[in-house]
């Protein structure tokens, strides 16, 4: 994700909520009756995740009882919101001559080329084993930029313009090398990824103030493929993820920008790399976008039916949203913006069909709306605080209960729409559990009548996150019918 304040995009939610609420087709307190098909079986999910990125290295210095409270709200299935997949930032190196905000980068652990100091980057690494600690079932380590000595800069980030990439031309096996270094060594330790993400954000400039490197579709290739080549030649189990796509336009098209001024090919990756043998073996059949162009109002559920539609030419490829946060300055901690985040998961799981969503910053010390979490720690002897936000809670009511391998099922009902009243469904094949999320973006409440279609239902129960409650579990009412308040995120979980 760019830096926010290099960002002009400010879409505003609440007028396009304000307009959506109150359609005539939808009444106060309007009865809906939907059916849900367990047997008509859709994506496996894989995980719901959130990034380290960049604060955890002061977070994880903190008092330990603090680091420990945002350890249980971000990992905990009792006390938090249950993450599936902790994302760790492998940091290129601390550099401040083009990066002036310290936590825009991160140390590296390389010290010389196959020599490593694995007491850097302590405060990730405390994280990464409280992830471990509470039980989250993936790992996945990612990069923004090879370290300073692959590149053509000698920088983390603003390499030549006219270059199709900053990565040194050659360097592919050595910073593969470099990765499967780290990855064996935290394997040997007890913490195995089972992802690794070796690009972000390719057809980005990256001469802004964080960490960055972009490549063109034939250095991704090449990536890919040493990174393939390395693992296997070493033993190494771990699965790779790419491009990391900055937005959904280069997913299904070339930009324009790069390949007419300086002759080399970005973006277009679903045809290019899902058409590709070699690259479908070295990722699994899995490919990975961020969502920034289009996060928000009528272009999300635009660009997530697009997107399904272009995944649908390799329908045995599997697609994940990878990347997200709101694009918008202004920290919001309440419902509004918890909505919203909600509103965007629907839309990538139920419509675009994606297996895994994971946010942007678990915790975020800016004003602006990217973090699950919030600080206003902003130096070393500051208070140390952390603030929880809706967007936390309205993300729990997905990650806390659909866990990895459940799949998502079919939901039909009445009087839904994606600026009204939102659901989906998903069954754990295994334990018998079923869960529907619902999302009312209205300011009435709504009633559901839910009928099972494949599965007996013994208990169930209600998890709420509103303005006034945060995943508050709530028993049924006496006549069956589902109660979902008003501008709510209502998780239902049944069981056989």
Not at 131 to 141: D, I, N, R
Not at 314 to 324: A, L, R, T, V
Request: net charge neutral; with cysteine.
């Amino acid at each position: 994700m760019l830096k926010p304040a290099l960002f002009a995009l400010a879409i505003l939610v609440q007028p396009l909520l304000g307009q959506a609420t109150r359609p005539a087709t939808t009444p106060a307190s309007a009865d809906h009756h939907d059916v849900v098909r367990v047997a008509q079986l859709h994506q496996t999910v894989d995980s719901f995740g959130a990034s380290d990125a960049w604060s955890f290295q002061e977070v994880g210095k903190w008092d330990p009882k603090l680091r420990e409270r945002v350890a249980e709200l971000l990992f905990s299935r009792e006390k938090g919101i249950g993450l599936s997949c902790w994302r760790f930032n492998v940091g290129a190196g601390k550099q401040s001559q083009t990066i002036r905000d310290p936590l825009r980068s991160a140390e590296t652990f390389e010290v010389v080329p196959g020599r490593y100091d694995w007491k850097r980057q302590a405060g990730e690494q405390w994280f990464l084993r409280a992830a471990k600690q509470h039980g989250v079932e993936q790992l996945l380590a990612f990069t923004n930029s090879p370290p300073a000595r692959l590149t053509r800069s000698g920088l983390t980030n603003a390499g030549p313009t006219s270059a199709p990439t900053n990565l040194e031309e050659g360097a592919e096996d050595d910073f593969a090398r470099y990765l499967v270094d780290i990855l064996a060594h935290f394997r040997a330790e007890g913490l195995a990824f089972d992802y690794v993400s070796p690009i972000n954000e390719p057809q980005v400039p990256w001469n802004q103030g964080q960490e960055g490197c972009r490549m063109d579709n034939v250095t991704i290739r090449k990536v890919v493929l040493a990174l393939h080549d390395e693992l296997k030649r070493r033993g190494e189990p771990t699965r790779i993820v790419a491009p990391e796509s900055a937005s959904t336009e280069e997913m299904r098209a070339l930009s324009n920008g790069p390949t007419t001024r300086f002759g080399y090919a970005v973006g277009d990756y679903i045809n290019v790399i899902c058409s590709d043998p070699e690259m479908a073996a070295a990722l699994n059949k899995t490919i990975c976008h961020h969502i920034y162009n289009a996060h928000t109002g009528r272009d999300l559920i635009t660009s997530a039916r697009t997107m399904r539609e272009r995944m649908s030419r390799f329908p045995d490829w599997k697609i994940w949203m990878s990347e997200i946060c709101i694009m918008q300055r202004g920290r919001d901690l309440g419902m509004e913006s918890g909505l919203t985040l909600a509103r965007m998961v629907h839309a990538m799981m139920a419509i675009e069909g994606a297996a895994a969503f994971h946010w942007w910053l678990a915790l975020s010390p800016y004003d602006y709306k990217d973090g699950l979490l919030y600080t206003d720690w902003k130096k070393p002897g500051d208070p140390e605080g952390v603030l929880e936000s809706k967007m936390l809670w309205s993300f729990g009511n997905f990650s806390r209960f659909v866990r990895p391998g459940w799949k998502r099922v079919e939901l039909t009902g009445e009087n839904h729409s994606d600026t009204g009243l939102m659901a989906s469904a998903y069954v754990d094949p295994a334990g018998g559990k079923l869960a529907a999320v619902y999302v009312n973006l209205l300011p009435e409440a709504q009633r559901v009548r839910l009928t099972v279609e494949g599965m007996n239902v013994g208990r169930s129960s209600l998890y709420i996150t509103s303005e006034s409650k945060n995943l508050e579990r709530q028993q049924l009412a006496a006549d069956g019918w589902l109660e979902i308040p008003a501008r709510s995120v209502v998780t239902w979980l049944g069981e056989k």
